[in-house]
Nanobody
Framework: VQLQASGGGLVQPGGSLRLSCAASGSIFSIANMGWYRQAPGKQRELVGTITAGGRRTYADSVKERFTISRDNAQKSVYLQLNALKPEDTAVYYC???????????????WGQGTLVTVSS
């Protein structure tokens, strides 16, 4: 069972990127999914979350610029990053609560991280 994130890269200020994260393995159900980020020298912080029913929450710093979405059939979560700023530079991690076949509850899993660099 794993989460695989992709889509990071180098982008100029004001630009856009779309991050993807797919869950794979013997997964019975997926609860909340989300994205965190960790900038150099800083603690990991929440970017946004989305419930199985589609309710979204965002950090104040990314509201109106980032959009989180999910595709339950594809077991995937996405993060659309618009109007990027240099301070958005960070490693972005996806996370999801996964109920694995044979287990008795949801367990949080993390992707490996994908680097977003915003620079001119």
């Amino acid at each position: 069972v794993q989460l695989q994130a992709s889509g990071g890269g180098l982008v100029q200020p004001g630009g856009s990127l779309r991050l993807s994260c797919a869950a794979s393995g013997s997964i019975f159900s997926i609860a909340n999914m989300g994205w965190y980020r960790q900038a150099p020298g800083k603690q990991r912080e929440l970017v946004g979350t989305i419930t199985a029913g589609g309710r979204r929450t965002y950090a104040d710093s990314v509201k109106e610029r980032f959009t989180i979405s999910r595709d339950n059939a594809q077991k995937s979560v996405y993060l659309q990053l618009n109007a990027l700023k240099p301070e958005d530079t960070a490693v972005y991690y996806c996370t999801a609560g996964l109920w694995i076949y044979g287990s008795s509850d949801y367990v949080p899993y993390w992707g490996q991280g994908t680097l977003v660099t915003v620079s001119s």
